[in-house]
Each structure stands twice: as C-alpha cells, then as structure tokens.
C-alpha cells in the first residue's frame, strides 16, 4: 500500500518554520513526508532535513518521497520525543525549526492490519511503532474494569465510559477480544441507541483513548514540547500541530510555563530572576481554512502554535 499523507496546515507550517537554505529541520513525524517535502523544497545542499518516525513503513515511504532534493537527509527510527539524544547521536547541538503534526498518518487508519480505524474490522494493534510488545489486545484484555473506564474518560472524554468498561470486561471472560470489529459491537451494545444516533462514530472516542494509552501520545507530547524548546537556536521556530484538546492543553501549558518562567507569588514583585528565552508567534491556534477542510476532512480539528527561540541580546 502506498503512504499516503495529506499533510495538515501544509502552508501555515512552512510559512511559520522561516526555512533558511543553510539551516538544520526536523519534522519529527515524518509520516510520508508531506511537511518535509514543502522544508525540502526551501533547503539548499548546506541545508540538513532530519525526518523521525517510529514507523519504518513511513521511513521507507520518505526517503523514496524526498530522494529528488538535494538538501541533506537524516532518517532516524526513533520517538519524537528522543530529540535530544537524536540530535547527540548526530552531534548536533541546535536546530533551525522544528515541526510536529501528531494526528495519526492517513497511511495508518486506512491500513486495516494496524488496527487504528474503527470502520474496519482487524486485530486488536494500534501500535505507532510495530517493533513494540505493548498494543490494544493488551489494554483492552488486560486491564482492570476501573483502569479501562479511567482511560475511556480521561483520554476519550467518553460520557458512557463506565458501561464500555463494564461490557468489554463481560464479555472478555468467555473469550478474549481478538478484533478492532469485535470491540466496535461491544461498544455499541454498551451506548443506548438513542445517544448513538448523535454525534460521531459511537466507537470514535474508546478507540482515541486506547490509541493513546498503547503509544503513551500525552507523555511524549508533555516531554516533547519542552524538549523541542531547549533544541532551539536563536531565531528557530517549533510548529506543533495537536487533534484533540487534551494534546492542546499540554503544549498551551508547556508554552505559557517557558513564556512566564517567574517562578514568584503573583502579588509579589520577581526576586527569581528567569526570563522568558521564547517568543509567542501565534496569540490564538491557527486552524484549517474551509477549503482546506472541503479537501481533507480528517484535518478538522487541528490548531497549529508556534513559538521563537529569542535572540540572546549581546552585551
């Protein structure tokens, strides 16, 4: 299957990413390379693209995508979230710009052996990273009624969690759940058809929130954002582009925490002394044009933010 990736916010990241020819790039998920091509595209042969992806289809898919550009290329089978020891295994102290899309790629919800899409029955997977031991067949077998509903709530934001984790633990004790098809009917059965006629796909949120817990999504993101920050030389810009509110929450917290560092009571004046080192580029997120959402309807609830590295004033 080919790796197909429409990339989200496509014009907005690069616009915001000020590409220099001669600087050093990362996309760190690199997907098929959709937000590289457009990094390529403005790079030179001084300028260095380093693409990271936990999925070495995506890795192969991309190195094919960008082999037409001159600039240098760098592909690492790593977590975004490995940026610093990335960048040390290279011997790279700083970089230019950074981006981060983290919806999960076209390629991986529409390739029915990974498990990720609810509108086609396959094992139990949802692995980002197909080398890990750890995939949905575990949480959705393993866990403990109470732990499945914190889950469904916390990270689905699923009102009828309770009656899911209730009814995947019941029907687990005859036989274990093998498919993606198998939870789908369960969670069904657990949501009152009146409740089910409203809103998205009855399964949409259970199957976000176990996609979460198998790629542990809000931990890399929380170490990520901060991590992508210290990476920064002067002048680089970080573009992070989050799906759901609970990734938007953290990096609007990561970012408001580097923006005020002062770590003095509110009513007091600062005796602390740290200073912000970054600058806000996008007050408000920028999110999808109509026309963008007309093409590609998986983009709709994207933001984009952006933050700056400040130049370090001279003395």
Same mark, same amino acid.
């Given at each position: 299957?080919?790796?197909?990736?429409?990339?989200?916010?496509?014009?907005?990241?690069?616009?915001?990413?000020?590409?220099?020819?001669?600087?050093?790039?990362?996309?760190?998920?690199?997907?098929?390379?959709?937000?590289?091509?457009?990094?390529?595209?403005?790079?030179?042969?001084?300028?260095?693209?380093?693409?990271?992806?936990?999925?070495?289809?995506?890795?192969?898919?991309?190195? %094919? &995508?960008?082999?037409?550009?001159?600039? !240098? #290329?760098?592909?690492?089978?790593?977590?975004? /979230?490995? +940026?610093?020891?990335?960048?040390?295994?290279?011997?790279?102290?700083?970089?230019?710009?950074?981006v981060l899309d983290l919806g999960v790629s076209s390629f991986q919800l529409d390739a029915e052996e990974r498990g990720f899409s609810y509108m086609k029955s396959a094992?139990?997977?949802?692995?980002?990273?197909?080398?890990?031991?750890?995939?949905?067949?575990?949480?959705?077998?393993?866990?403990? %009624? &109470?732990?499945?509903?914190?889950?469904? !709530? #916390?990270?689905?934001?699923?009102?009828?969690? /309770?009656? +899911?984790?209730?009814?995947?633990?019941?029907?687990?004790?005859?036989?274990?759940?093998?498919?993606?098809?198998?939870?789908?009917?369960?969670?069904?059965?657990?949501?009152?058809?009146?409740?089910?006629?409203?809103?998205?796909?009855?399964?949409?949120?259970?199957?976000?929130?176990?996609?979460?817990?198998?790629?542990?999504?809000?931990?890399?993101?929380?170490?990520?954002?901060?991590?992508?920050?210290?990476?920064?030389?002067?002048?680089?810009?970080?573009?992070?582009?989050?799906?759901?509110?609970?990734?938007?929450?953290?990096?609007?917290?990561?970012?408001?925490?580097?923006?005020?560092?002062?770590?003095?009571?509110?009513?007091?004046?600062?005796v602390c002394g740290k200073k912000t080192d970054v600058i806000r580029i996008t007050k408000k997120p920028v999110v999808p044009s109509e026309t963008e959402l007309e093409?590609?309807?998986?983009?709709?609830?994207?933001?984009?933010?952006?933050?700056?590295?400040?130049?370090?004033?001279?003395?």
């Amino acid at each position: 299957m080919e790796f197909l990736h429409v990339p989200v916010l496509y014009n907005e990241v690069i616009e915001n990413l000020n590409i220099r020819p001669d600087g050093i790039y990362v996309d760190g998920t690199l997907g098929g390379g959709g937000h590289s091509r457009g990094i390529c595209e403005r790079l030179g042969k001084g300028g260095t693209l380093i693409g990271i992806d936990r999925d070495k289809d995506a890795l192969a898919a991309a190195q %094919k &995508n960008l082999s037409e550009f001159s600039c !240098k #290329k760098i592909f690492v089978h790593d977590n975004y /979230s490995n +940026i610093k020891g990335v960048l040390q295994g290279y011997q790279i102290k700083k970089i230019d710009g950074a981006v981060l899309d983290l919806g999960v790629s076209s390629f991986q919800l529409d390739a029915e052996e990974r498990g990720f899409s609810y509108m086609k029955s396959a094992p139990l997977d949802m692995r980002m990273n197909a080398e890990d031991s750890f995939s949905a067949y575990d949480v959705v077998n393993t866990y403990g %009624k &109470n732990d499945l509903r914190d889950i469904i !709530k #916390k990270y689905g934001e699923e009102k009828w969690a /309770s009656r +899911i984790s209730e009814f995947i633990v019941n029907v687990r004790k005859n036989k274990p759940i093998e498919t993606t098809g198998e939870l789908v009917d369960i969670i069904k059965s657990a949501i009152p058809a009146a409740a089910r006629r409203e809103g998205p796909h009855p399964a949409k949120r259970t199957f976000q929130a176990i996609r979460i817990e198998v790629n542990n999504e809000l931990g890399e993101v929380e170490k990520a954002a901060q991590d992508f920050m210290d990476v920064l030389a002067e002048g680089g810009r970080f573009c992070i582009i989050t799906f759901h509110s609970l990734e938007d929450r953290i990096v609007k917290e990561k970012f408001a925490a580097r923006l005020n560092p002062c770590a003095c009571p509110k009513n007091l004046p600062c005796v602390c002394g740290k200073k912000t080192d970054v600058i806000r580029i996008t007050k408000k997120p920028v999110v999808p044009s109509e026309t963008e959402l007309e093409n590609n309807p998986r983009a709709r609830s994207a933001k984009l933010r952006v933050i700056e590295k400040k130049y370090v004033q001279q003395v």
